[in-house]
């Protein structure tokens, strides 16, 4: 990697950590919110649901934003069309009920993963991403166990919140391993 390459992958990190960070909080406040509201379709139930992919969609372009110096962004482009459609389309399937709300939500966690793993893979030259790797690519199987358990008698919601947290428990590790500047994974 170049002098002039590294400096921006430097410049980057503070801002991909406190996002990170934020995201870690984001998503566990949400799997909170989520739980609290049970396992119905409630109005809240479905704003939260609405709400978790276009924070994605938020945190992406402020992604972005950050990393436009340190190299390409096209997955973090993919991600924003993917999250907003998700977004749109979970606020029409929660019209339909709670196996819609699964199939669309695992559709979405299985491409969003799909590219996570992909934007992770390119930023390994910055370091800490193998969280971001590996999240990813448990995105891409919990999206395929989501439309499978759409499929059930009575399909919950409760699952979702798990999804989320262990999203923000990796997006913490990610920060942390950023503090460390340490470019190895």
Do not use: C
């Not at 609290?36 to 809240?44: K, P, Q």
């Amino acid at each position: 990697m170049s002098s002039v390459a590294s400096a921006e992958h430097v410049g980057t990190k503070p801002a991909l950590r406190r996002l990170y960070v934020i995201r870690f909080a984001f998503a566990v406040a949400w799997a909170v919110l989520l739980l609290v509201n049970g396992s119905d379709l409630t109005t809240g139930a479905k704003l939260l649901l609405f709400l978790y992919p276009a924070f994605d969609v938020a945190a992406a372009v402020i992604d972005a934003r950050s990393a436009r110096t340190a190299g390409p962004v096209k997955g973090l482009y993919a991600n924003m069309a993917v999250s907003a459609l998700a977004a749109v389309g979970l606020a029409v399937a929660g019209t339909s009920g709670t196996a819609d709300v699964l199939r669309v939500w695992g559709a979405w966690a299985v491409i969003s993963g799909l590219i996570q793993l992909l934007v992770g893979v390119a930023r390994r030259p910055m370091g800490g991403q193998w969280a971001m790797i590996a999240s990813g690519g448990i995105s891409v199987l919990a999206g395929a166990s989501f439309i499978q358990s759409a499929s059930q008698d009575d399909p919950s919601l409760t699952a979702l919140a798990g999804y989320a947290t262990l999203g923000g428990i990796f997006f913490l590790l990610s920060a942390i391993r950023l503090s460390r500047s340490a470019p190895k994974d």
